[in-house]
């Protein structure tokens, strides 16, 4: 069964501490690999696709990897606006179009 | 606002009540997709519809959940004789196409609570 894990579950971080964030997937033929933001009260904020392992995406201060079992994000320096939870999804090689998503991780980052 | 519009962003109703939730997509987005979420357990897949079709409705209950999305109009998704565990949050996405690997672009859901 197709599955992603997330973790982990909440991070805390002080502004400038730079971390990662891991998104572990267990997928039948990976056809895209998604970072997404979500802000309480607010949809999810699409961030990155990654799609074959080597891969490497970067914005702002945010950098998001691929290898064959698990995607990274890594966080250079954050900032408080950069608190939120960061959601990481996958579509597989069926013919369907859903997404299937892990629980997130909730990151904090204080002054 | 060329982003996916959902409305109402809250709504209330009782047991045995209908809920109508609407969304409309990003401006030359033709692919519609619902998800509900719950604090524990994250985003589920509904359902994946184009314009006057229905792609993939596995994730959606049989009976009391339906979705339309119109040649003309907003996708809408629709609850009939709504029970307390219809309290959740459903998010709507687009794409441009629906080919897999095509990013999601999400609206801000609606929060439906059940009294």
């Known amino acids: 069964e197709d599955q992603v894990t997330q973790s982990p579950e909440a991070l805390r971080l002080q502004e400038g501490e730079s971390s990662s964030l891991n998104c572990s997937y267990t997928?039948?033929?990976?056809?895209?690999l998604f970072w997404y933001r979500q802000d309480p009260g607010k949809g999810p904020e699409f961030l990155f696709t990654?799609?074959?392992?080597?891969e490497e995406k970067e914005k702002e201060r945010l950098k998001a990897t691929l290898t064959k079992k698990e995607s990274f994000l890594h966080i250079t320096a954050p900032k408080p606006e950069d608190s939120a939870t960061y959601l990481c999804?996958?579509?597989?090689?069926?013919?369907?179009?859903?997404?299937?998503w892990g629980l997130g991780t909730s990151l904090a980052v204080n002054p | 606002n060329a982003g996916v519009m959902q409305n109402p962003r809250h709504l209330v109703r009782r047991r045995g009540q209908e809920a109508r939730l609407r969304c409309s997509p990003m401006?030359?987005?033709?692919?519609v997709y619902w998800y509900r979420q719950l604090p524990e357990e994250g985003l589920k897949f509904m359902v994946y519809?184009?314009?006057?079709?229905?792609?993939?409705e596995s994730g959606m209950p049989k009976e009391r959940f339906s979705a339309e999305f119109p040649k003309e109009g907003p996708s809408i998704l629709r609850i009939q004789q709504v029970v307390r565990g219809d309290s959740a949050a459903y998010f709507c996405?687009?794409?441009?196409?629906?080919?897999?690997?095509?990013?999601?672009?999400f609206g801000d859901g609606t929060r439906l609570s059940i009294l």
């Open positions: 996405a687009s794409s441009l196409t629906g080919e897999s690997g095509q990013p999601q672009h």
């Open positions: 401006k030359g987005h033709s692919h």
């Open positions: 519809l184009q314009k006057e079709n229905i792609i993939d």
């Open positions: 997928v039948s033929g990976l056809r895209g």
């Open positions: 990654l799609y074959s392992a080597g």
């Open positions: 999804a996958v579509h597989n090689a069926g013919n369907n179009r859903k997404l299937i």
